[in-house]
């Protein structure tokens, strides 16, 4: 464990971004593999509020705009270097030299835009553009900013009284259940205060324990810093849809394991390879996964991340063990596998999804986001929740070619319709 004060944010400074390292350690293992394979690429990556009738007021967005100007203002520091550097082996100096020259510049690389209505609200656009390989770190801090603004200025009506203590309880029902589960709530989250709050909580229940299960982590590296945990994280679909954008959406999937294992080969101080699923439907993922068995052994654990998780749960295995049938491998088929699930989860449903892998003997992990770092009920009327921002930041265009993201589930496919009905005509889909 580490020294929490050593790593306490002075309160006249969370207001405003702090850290680089304040983000979900994925955006850290994509851009050192965008350097190693996209080092050119230019991106434009949009902005999606999927809940339209949660507006923006004009002083929230102009709070948000200035805190994301601030992004700008952002280095690595030496200490977090030397911290990032243990905590995470597999990073090569070369990226950490790069990290630590990093400089975002927001005022030219991000356009947010304010569209008022006639009662003075309104909804905002973020355009992002310019090389992949910067214009990668901003989705995650952006978002955070965007909800944080949102629950200062519009939605008002909550506490953060007692998120230690909820924090803590839902560690102590994960954990008597035998879960081993991360946080994952960066994007979402209600604050930075809240968000740190949670993890104290995560943490102090979690060293109440001494049975099945764990707390295997966070998402957010400067969180994992501070309490000593493991930063977690998998890949995310902006990497898969820019290599299926680039060269083709046939066998994408299996381009992206490639590439990926090239930049992280398996070993015991590498990255786990956990493997997203549903970028373009998980049926078209486990045609190529188990098309090629030498490379699929490699990767002993795959993201659920839409559609139906017990269905998932049953074509996992069946690939598993079809994989360990055409290999010849000794031991179990399922031994050391594991699905990773993190679509829309709280404590009861992953409860549930456990027991549904333990009666089919396939290990299960969870990344629980919105649910650990924003939830709330209205204080006027506890018997209603405040509601998280239902919003995504999402690739959309790599070297000028549209990006795609064809979801298990139905209507929320993503990209240009056009390109969206392209790609699945090349899959087979449609």
């Given at each position: 464990?580490?020294?929490?004060d050593a790593?306490?944010?002075p309160?006249?400074?969370?207001d405003?971004p702090?850290?680089?390292?304040?983000t979900?350690l994925?955006?850290?293992t994509?851009?050192?593999?965008?350097?190693?394979h996209?080092?050119?690429?230019h991106?434009?990556?949009?902005f999606t509020?999927?809940?339209p009738g949660m507006?923006?007021?004009?002083?929230?967005?102009?709070?948000?705009?200035?805190r994301?100007n601030?992004l700008?203002?952002?280095?690595?520091?030496?200490e977090?270097?030397r911290r990032?550097a243990?905590?995470?082996?597999?990073?090569?100096?070369s990226?950490?030299?790069?990290?630590a020259?990093?400089?975002l510049?927001?005022?030219e690389?991000?356009?947010?835009s304010?569209?008022?209505g006639?009662d003075?609200?309104?909804?905002?656009?973020?355009?992002?553009?310019g090389?992949?390989?910067?214009?990668?770190?901003?989705?995650?801090?952006?978002?955070a900013?965007?909800?944080?603004g949102?629950f200062?200025?519009?939605d008002?009506?909550?506490?953060?009284e007692g998120?230690?203590?909820?924090?803590m309880e839902?560690?102590r029902?994960l954990l008597?259940n035998?879960?081993?589960?991360?946080?994952?709530?960066t994007?979402?989250?209600?604050?930075?205060?809240v968000h740190?709050?949670v993890?104290?909580g995560?943490?102090?229940?979690?060293?109440?324990?001494?049975?099945g299960g764990a707390l295997?982590?966070?998402s957010?590296?400067?969180?994992a810093?501070k309490?000593?945990?493991?930063p977690?994280?998998?890949?995310?679909?902006?990497w898969?849809?820019?290599?299926g954008?680039?060269?083709?959406?046939?066998?994408?999937?299996?381009r992206?394991?490639?590439?990926?294992?090239?930049?992280?080969?398996?070993?015991?101080?590498?990255?786990?390879?956990?493997?997203?699923t549903d970028t373009y439907?998980?049926?078209?993922?486990f045609?190529?996964?188990?098309?090629?068995?030498?490379?699929?052994?490699k990767?002993?654990a795959?993201?659920?991340?839409?559609?139906?998780?017990?269905?998932f749960?049953r074509?996992?295995?069946?690939?598993?063990?079809?994989?360990?049938?055409?290999t010849?491998a000794s031991?179990?088929?399922?031994?050391g596998?594991?699905?990773?699930f993190?679509?829309s989860?709280?404590v009861?449903?992953?409860?549930?999804?456990?027991?549904?892998c333990?009666?089919i003997?396939?290990?299960a992990?969870?990344?629980?986001g919105?649910?650990f770092?924003n939830d709330?009920?209205k204080?006027s009327?506890?018997?209603?929740?405040?509601?998280a921002?239902?919003?995504?930041i999402?690739?959309s265009?790599?070297?000028?070619r549209?990006?795609?993201?064809?979801?298990d589930?139905?209507g929320k496919?993503?990209?240009?319709p056009?390109?969206?009905?392209?790609?699945?005509?090349?899959?087979g889909?449609i």
């Amino acid at each position: 464990m580490t020294d929490h004060d050593a790593w306490a944010v002075p309160a006249d400074q969370l207001d405003l971004p702090f850290s680089i390292l304040d983000t979900d350690l994925y955006k850290l293992t994509m851009q050192n593999a965008v350097l190693k394979h996209f080092p050119d690429a230019h991106a434009v990556i949009k902005f999606t509020n999927r809940a339209p009738g949660m507006r923006f007021s004009r002083e929230c967005f102009d709070w948000i705009q200035t805190r994301v100007n601030h992004l700008g203002t952002l280095r690595l520091t030496t200490e977090e270097r030397r911290r990032l550097a243990s905590a995470c082996p597999y990073f090569p100096t070369s990226y950490l030299d790069f990290l630590a020259s990093t400089t975002l510049h927001p005022q030219e690389q991000v356009k947010l835009s304010f569209h008022e209505g006639e009662d003075g609200n309104g909804e905002i656009s973020v355009h992002i553009q310019g090389l992949w390989r910067e214009c990668i770190l901003y989705e995650v801090p952006i978002m955070a900013i965007i909800s944080e603004g949102y629950f200062k200025f519009v939605d008002t009506d909550w506490s953060a009284e007692g998120q230690f203590d909820l924090a803590m309880e839902k560690a102590r029902t994960l954990l008597a259940n035998n879960i081993v589960f991360s946080e994952f709530g960066t994007r979402r989250r209600r604050s930075f205060a809240v968000h740190d709050e949670v993890m104290r909580g995560l943490v102090a229940g979690a060293a109440e324990h001494n049975g099945g299960g764990a707390l295997s982590g966070t998402s957010n590296v400067y969180l994992a810093l501070k309490y000593g945990i493991p930063p977690s994280g998998t890949i995310a679909h902006e990497w898969i849809m820019a290599i299926g954008a680039t060269g083709g959406y046939e066998h994408a999937n299996a381009r992206a394991m490639d590439m990926w294992t090239d930049v992280y080969p398996p070993s015991p101080g590498g990255p786990p390879l956990i493997m997203l699923t549903d970028t373009y439907t998980a049926a078209v993922f486990f045609a190529d996964f188990v098309a090629d068995p030498q490379r699929a052994k490699k990767w002993n654990a795959l993201r659920q991340d839409s559609g139906d998780p017990f269905e998932f749960v049953r074509h996992a295995k069946a690939a598993w063990e079809e994989v360990h049938r055409l290999t010849g491998a000794s031991g179990g088929a399922l031994e050391g596998k594991r699905v990773v699930f993190s679509d829309s989860l709280d404590v009861q449903r992953a409860i549930d999804l456990q027991r549904g892998c333990d009666e089919i003997g396939l290990a299960a992990a969870f990344g629980i986001g919105t649910h650990f770092t924003n939830d709330f009920r209205k204080t006027s009327n506890p018997a209603l929740p405040s509601k998280a921002l239902n919003m995504v930041i999402k690739l959309s265009v790599i070297d000028g070619r549209d990006c795609v993201k064809l979801s298990d589930d139905k209507g929320k496919h993503t990209g240009v319709p056009a390109e969206v009905e392209r790609a699945q005509r090349a899959l087979g889909l449609i």
